[in-house]
């Protein structure tokens, strides 16, 4: 997706989570004005094996009808809160979530996802996992997704925090999107960046922003934050200022053995950040 996207898609499993977050993707929505769709993947419970074909269609049409139901009551009591939301619901049946996802988003590639972070212990970290890593891990997302944070009782969009490594050139297709929010949204822009071993100075850090970030954008920049690694940035102060400051990264595909072993600083960022997190996928 190379500007706004055509819709916002808000994927719910019915939790308070989720719904918390259909909540804030119909606020952008309305922000944006732009239709949304309430989606949900529809992992199918384990059926018994013994079950013939008929009864295994039956039940398959079973689940399918009552998660429909549910579906459509989440949307009933969002179009009550917001009245002049265009609303309309998908179920996509498929036992694998991430590929759910990607057979939708071939049919809709012009939309911003958004999903409902969780909190979770540290041993459901290791052996559940989330949606969200599987599809960060998987590279089954080709489009901007944004994380609400569960505390989250408001969306708003107004200023963005560029999470950015100034020693990588990122592609230019990942900046349009946020080129348009700030031409037709006055969004503000911050930026914070990681040290590391070798310092940068000041004139430095100016050429290196100049040199990765459009003019457009460099010109909205209000303030630019330093830390000493990436993982400091969730405790950062002016990154924790507002509730809704947006923190925004860039995700790079990454092979399944990295993935696996270093993780990513997507990741890092969805499982320490309490904001919003808008992540815009690298070619």
Same mark, same amino acid.
């Given at each position: ?12 499993? =019915? ?6 977050? +259909?909540? $804030?993707? +119909? ?25 013939? +074909? ?15 139901? *549910?579906? &459509? ?27 759910? !996802?990607?057979? =939708? ?8 996802? /958004?999903?409902?972070?969780?909190? $979770?212990?540290?041993?459901?970290? !290791? ?9 960060? $891990? ?22 963005? !925090? ?6 990588? @050139? ?9 080129? @348009? ?5 006055? /969004? ?8 590391? @071993? ?23 920049? &209000?303030?630019?934050?330093? /830390? ?46 309490? *904001?919003? !997190?808008?992540?815009?996928? &690298?070619?």
């Amino acid at each position: 997706m190379t500007g706004l996207p055509d819709r916002i898609v808000s994927l719910t499993d =019915f939790s308070e989570t989720s719904n918390n977050a +259909a909540k $804030r993707a +119909a606020e952008l929505a309305l922000i944006m004005k732009r239709p949304m769709t309430l989606l949900h993947i529809s992992e199918s419970t384990a059926i018994p094996s013994l079950a013939d +074909a008929s009864l295994r269609n039956q039940l398959m049409e079973e689940e399918l009808e009552i998660k429909g139901e *549910k579906l &459509q009551q989440v949307a009933d009591e969002l179009t009550e809160i917001y009245s002049n939301l265009a609303l309309n619901i998908r179920i996509i049946a498929d036992p694998v979530f991430d590929t759910g !996802i990607e057979r =939708f988003l071939t049919e809709m590639p012009a939309s911003l996802l /958004v999903l409902g972070k969780k909190h $979770r212990t540290t041993l459901e970290k !290791i052996f559940i996992g989330s949606n969200i890593k599987r599809l960060l $891990r998987n590279g089954h997302f080709t489009v901007p997704l944004l994380l609400v944070p569960p505390q989250l009782d408001r969306f708003e969009l107004k200023h963005l !925090i560029l999470a950015v490594n100034l020693r990588e @050139k990122m592609a230019e297709i990942g900046f349009s999107f946020l080129e @348009k929010l700030i031409a037709n949204y006055g /969004v503000t822009l911050g930026v914070v960046y990681s040290q590391g @071993k070798d310092g940068l100075s000041e004139k430095e850090v100016d050429a290196k922003l100049k040199e990765i970030l459009p003019k457009a954008m460099s010109e909205k920049i &209000q303030s630019i934050t330093l /830390v000493g690694d990436k993982e400091d940035i969730p405790t950062t102060p002016y990154v924790d200022e507002l509730p809704t400051d947006i923190v925004v990264a860039f995700p790079g595909k990454k092979g399944l053995f990295e993935s696996l072993v270093k993780g990513s600083f997507s990741e890092y960022l969805a499982d320490n950040y309490e *904001k919003p !997190i808008l992540l815009i996928p &690298q070619p």
